[in-house]
Nanobody
Framework: QVQLVESGGGLVQAGGSLRLSCAAS????????MGWYRQAPGTQRELVAV???????NYADSVKGRFTISRDNAKNTMYLQMNSLKPEDTAVYYC??????????????WGQGTQITVSS
């Protein structure tokens, strides 16, 4: 069983910063891609940023230059540094990790979500 636990959400003023963490625990053999997603009320969940096992990254255009995704493989943890936050960044943020096992199977796991609210 694998669990992802997110932390670091909250309320911040526009222009401020927050750092999200997502820690994986349980029966982990290997972790492939990791990513952050967000969902605002009335909208579909969207990709914010993703980082591969080789540390290549990709960002949504709306967050490029403001958000930075990183990972610490020794701690099975992923981070999202969010700077210059805007009210339109307000959403529930979810982390996702792709786990792999020796038999070749892979499965995606999601965190529980954490609310980010940016006030104007």
């Amino acid at each position: 069983q694998v669990q992802l636990v997110e932390s670091g959400g909250g309320l911040v003023q526009a222009g401020g910063s927050l750092r999200l963490s997502c820690a994986a625990s349980g029966s982990i053999f290997s972790i492939g891609a990791m990513g952050w997603y967000r969902q605002a009320p009335g909208t579909q969940r969207e990709l914010v940023a993703v980082i591969s096992s080789s540390l290549s990254t990709n960002y949504a255009d709306s967050v490029k230059g403001r958000f930075t995704i990183s990972r610490d493989n020794a701690k099975n943890t992923m981070y999202l540094q969010m700077n210059s936050l805007k009210p339109e960044d307000t959403a529930v943020y979810y982390c996702k990790m792709t786990m792999g096992w020796t038999d070749g199977t892979r499965r995606d796991y999601w965190g529980q979500g954490t609310q980010i609210t940016v006030s104007s």
